[in-house]
């Protein structure tokens, strides 16, 4: 069965300090890959989404990247934290076997930018 | 601006009643999606109802979508406490590999 890894689960990170996201997947092959950010009592904002290795989307202009080296791994970064970074921070993929549409997701990073 | 948008926004019910949840789009689309996200947890897929279906069912839920409205409704049956959650409605314009537009959800809360 499929499952996706998200760390860490909290984090608490100053104004100013670098971030990294780490999101993985297991029992699939090609997913399409998400990340997406939670205001608090928000829907969900898509920030990048991939297709493949070294293949990366963005949605929003913002101080955040994305990378995916590997084929399940998908990692989100930022040089310089803002506050407006605060949020639930959700990878999700799709596709390989469980066809392209539904999106299955993993269990959030909660992160405070203070 | 939102492609799905829910209403209510919250929706408070006891526990055996059925609860209603409606999402409104604004472009055609392939498919609608309803998921469920528990307080502080990812979201779960709960069912998919394609541009050319009109209703469906999934256990104690009912998806209905009306294409020529640009709406959908999710109906769950005799609900539990643990259907405590915010639900999304989400939609895909494209083909495959199509992103997913999510609406804002509805806080539901089944008191028992």
């Known amino acids: 069965s499929q499952t996706i890894h998200q760390w860490p689960a909290t984090l608490v990170q100053p104004v100013g300090s670098p971030l990294s996201l780490e999101c993985t997947v297991e029992?699939?092959?090609?997913?399409?890959l998400y990340w997406y950010r939670q205001a608090a009592g928000r829907g969900l904002q898509l920030l990048f989404y991939?297709?493949?290795?070294?293949?990366i989307s963005s949605e929003v202009p913002q101080n955040l990247s994305a990378s995916r080296p590997q084929d399940r791994q998908f990692i989100l970064s930022s040089k310089k934290l803002l506050l407006s970074d605060s949020g639930f921070y959700l990878c999700?993929?799709?596709?390989?076997?469980?066809?392209?549409?539904?999106?299955?997701f993993g269990p959030g990073t909660r992160l405070t930018v203070t | 601006s939102q492609q799905g948008e829910e209403d209510p926004q919250a929706l408070s019910i006891q526990e055996g009643e059925n609860a209603t949840m409606n999402c409104s789009y604004k472009?055609?689309?392939?498919?609608l999606q309803w998921y469920r996200q528990n307080s502080g947890r990812g979201l779960v897929h709960l069912i998919l109802?394609?541009?050319?279906?009109r209703e469906k069912h999934s256990g104690r839920l009912r998806v209905t979508l009306d294409t020529s409205k640009k709406s959908s409704s999710l109906l769950i049956t005799a609900s539990r406490a643990a259907d405590t959650a915010s639900y999304f409605c989400?939609?895909?314009?494209?083909?495959?590999?199509?992103?997913?537009?999510f609406g804002k959800g509805i806080t539901l809360s089944v008191r028992p």
């Open positions: 029992g699939t092959s090609n997913p399409n």
């Open positions: 472009t055609s689309i392939n498919n």
């Open positions: 999700a993929w799709s596709g390989g076997k469980k066809g392209s549409y539904e999106q299955y």
């Open positions: 109802i394609r541009s050319n279906e």
């Open positions: 989400a939609t895909v314009i494209g083909g495959a590999n199509s992103k997913l537009t």
């Open positions: 991939s297709v493949g290795i070294g293949q």
